[in-house]
């Protein structure tokens, strides 16, 4: 009886040991996006903050001109800056705001990898840009993707609003 119970367990065990290593493959087979991140529209490029400007208090922004950016930059300076000492000499990259604006919108995703897909159309009839960040969620990993989808727009007419839209596929 012990015999049986011993080989039952042994058995038990390489069933358990091959089903997680499939498992494990299937996961990461499916990790990476197939697809890369685009632009469309009115975009001009994605804009990068680096790491340690990442961190931000509200879930979306209209810079349009220095006056906000650098308010933006001291707020973030003073709330990670005590946390981070690596960002004590970090710099960021003035956009011209004669011609551009800069817009973000704050997502997140729970996958292995996400793909970004981000169209702003300026509604000229509407007078405001809409801005859709669709979203392809890559593997089944069970971390949060976190991105602010910063990007750089010709410079938002003052009469002008902008909308949002998230498409998760």
Known sequence: MKRKLFIFNIILALAF????????????????????DTIYGII?????????????????YVISDIVE???LKNEI?????AQNSQCDTAQLIVPDF????????FTEVKACDAAYKRTVLN???LHKYIYTI??????????????MNWVLVPKLPENYTVEYKVLRK
């Open 17 to 36: 040991t091959v089903s997680l290593s499939v498992f494990q493959t299937a996961c990461e087979a499916e990790s990476s996006c197939e697809n890369s």
């Open 44 to 60: 001009d490029t994605v804009y990068d903050l680096g790491n340690c400007y990442q961190y931000m208090r509200d879930t979306s």
């Open 69 to 71: 950016f650098k308010k």
């Open 77 to 81: 300076d003073s709330a990670f800056y």
């Open 98 to 105: 004669t011609k551009y604006s800069l817009l973000a919108y």
């Open 123 to 125: 509604e000229s009839a």
């Open 134 to 147: 669709e979203i392809e969620a890559c593997g089944n990993c069970t971390y949060m993707i976190p991105n």
